[in-house]
């Protein structure tokens, strides 16, 4: 039986995907992560998403969430996005070029400062979501042109929600 | 009426906890001890939380905006008669100092378990609650006893008495509302007219005074215990100076570092505010120490506090039990009963982003794994999943570890936050692992100004190590922690911002899922 091996490119958070060739004989994990050579053992996988590594004397515990190809991964009380890419675009960098303003937390929107049509300078205000005693105000990312404002003040909105959109 | 509680000998049998996530939790857990009926009460955004799981008897209280359900005194009052509870606690925040609360509960034949309504109603007004205790001699903040007048030249006069720099507060206030800090006479106009519409929104009240500001200083404060017969018990003090924007961080006991004359001042000023102010139950009495070790007067807080678990990890006792006794009517054990040992130190993990501006996080927590081990004490609002409403504050769980030192405690911390782990909504356990390590909060170089300064330091993200990735690949490869049918082929990147927080809803348990 060949031994399970996993390849290809992985991106945790904002920084650059690494280049993953590993494969697992027994419970020795190795091969290489961007051409440099790793090695660990495995220690513990349990069916409620902890993995315990051993990586040269250090041990490793991480608790993973997995959607897809997608994992939230959990290592020393820090939590990473990690995804399979097998492309890097340019417009990941921080979703600037996105047609549209999205809310970026649960919450009720208190002011819109656009209107359909306005042209809005980069950096300006769009709108203002308040959750937990807290005002978040949305800028805008580039320079746009509001092409619908989707929620009113006073409305609720879910994290992610488009609330003005752009022309393209 | 219910008869005796068996373990506690309490005249109540049952209890309602008019409150909410981990505060709520860690009531239930005293209530059960003692053996006593624990009734919680429920927002439909709370339908399935842990406190409402772990209780006795919950009821329904309303749709969940706080002003609907949990701070709707009618019907916690309601949900009281229904379930024949004899008692109300009320944790912190929601209702737990407002005198109508208190008041309501009395009327309705419940005992209240904190301060009387009328020692409620009596310490509203905290520039009135300044003048007491001044007069009690407890040393105070410079700064008028009276309102400041509205108007340039009344404005004029107040900063008169303080100089420069000085604080604007809310007389109605607390939670750093109608609060600002004024450095320049220039700045003056302009703060008290923000501060004042401030203050009248938050509290119906605009009327402001003003203070010195004492800075750098660090934040103590004195537990007190006091009953019916007048006794008041001082319960040691805790440190609290790690804070942002009037939030606390980091809390220990006992405050470290302080000489012995200090530690005396606070304690009898403590003792003498809560004696002016007629105070009964379980209380706390805050203070600044400046530079110089000079203490002064803060407010007093008339619950239990966030920070108490530390207290209880030093003390080795049980705040909870002692606020039930007291409002049962039992008198405080004598002075000397119990003793300090070792130090303690309470983390509080939020749902937060600290890489960006501390932003709230709400929504579903696919996995949450809290530390255990010898000394470590966790108080969560939530077991192994959940959802966290964005109705609420994003407190999830407060890690509290204790020790024989300050370091031995520091070090118990530390590992404790490093195996806690919340997957789903973002957490600020990061963060408050480098404040643990910084070399200035080790040292005990404390100031309420603390973090300024290093925030961006404390805050950037952390760094993906190789040791996450393999982790990651050894999740693929053992099928640890995967959602079923779902494939594993990669996904563009391309198109709106990545952000797992938005598409969580596609998350389930993962001890749902392998089989």
Known sequence: MTAPTFHGLLKADASA????????????????????????TVARGTADGEVVLRVGDRRVRAHVVRDGARWLVAVEGAVFQVARVDHVDAADAGGSSDPFAASPMTGVVTKVHVRPGDAVGKGAPLFAVEAMKMEYVVKAERDVAVVEVKKAAGARVAVGEVVVTFAE | MGGLSAVAGLPFRTVLVANRGEIAVRVIRTLRRLGLRSVAVWSDADRGARHVLEADVAVRIGPPPPRDSYLCVAAVVEAARRTGAQAVHPGYGFLSERHDFAKACEDAGLVFVGPPASVLEGSNDKLAVKA????????????????????????????????????????????????????????????????????????????????????????????????????????????????????????????????????????????????????????????????????????????????????????????????????????????????????????RVCAEDPSRGFLPASGPIARLVTPEGPGVRVDAGWKDAGEVPSEYDSLLMKVVAHGETREAAL?????????????????????????????????????????????????????????????????????????????????ATGGPAYDPWRTLAGFRLADEEVP
Not at chain 2, 447 to 456: E, I, M, V
Not at chain 2, 471 to 484: E, F, K, N, T
């Open chain 1, 17 to 40: 995907p690494r280049k993953m060739d590993l494969r697992l004989d027994g419970d020795v994990l190795h091969g290489g992560i961007d051409g440099a050579h790793v090695e660990a």
């Open chain 2, 132 to 347: 007491k205790v001044a007069a009690a001699g407890v040393p105070v903040i410079p700064g008028p006893l009276g309102a400041v007048g509205e108007g340039e030249p009344a404005l004029r006069a107040a900063a008169a008495q303080t100089g420069y720099p000085l604080l604007l507060k809310a007389i109605g206030g607390g939670g750093g509302r109608g609060m600002r800090v004024v450095a320049r006479p220039d700045d003056l106009v302009g703060a008290a007219e923000s501060a004042r519409r401030e203050a009248g929104g938050a509290f119906g009240d605009a009327r402001l005074y003003a203070e010195a500001l004492v800075r750098p200083a660090r934040h103590v404060e004195v537990q007190i215990l006091a009953d019916a017969t007048g006794a008041v018990r001082v319960v040691g003090d805790r440190d609290c100076s790690v804070q942002r924007r009037h939030q606390k961080v980091l809390e220990e006991a006992p405050a470290p570092d302080l000489s012995e004359a200090t530690r005396r001042t606070l304690h009898r000023a403590a003792v003498d505010a809560a004696r002016a102010l007629g105070y009964r139950n379980a209380g706390t009495v805050e203070f600044l120490v400046d530079a110089a070790g000079r203490p002064s007067f803060l407010e007093v807080n008339r619950r239990l506090q966030v920070e108490h678990p530390v207290t209880e990890a030093v003390f080795g006792l049980d705040l909870v039990e002692w606020q039930l006794r007291v409002a049962a009517g039992e008198a405080l054990p004598p002075e000397g009963t119990w003793v300090a040992r070792g130090h303690a130190v309470e983390a």
């Open chain 2, 411 to 491: 070090a118990r911390l530390d590992r404790a936050l490093a195996d806690t782990a919340v997957l789903g909504v973002p957490t600020n356990v990061a963060f408050l692992r480098r404040v643990v390590a910084d070399p200035d909060f080790r040292g005990v170089r404390l100031s309420t100004d603390f973090l300024d300064g290093r925030l961006d330091a404390l805050t950037a993200p952390p760094e993906a190590t190789a040791d996450v990735l393999l982790a990651v690949a050894a999740a693929d490869l053992l099928g640890v922690g995967r959602r079923s049918g779902a494939g594993a082929g990669p996904v």
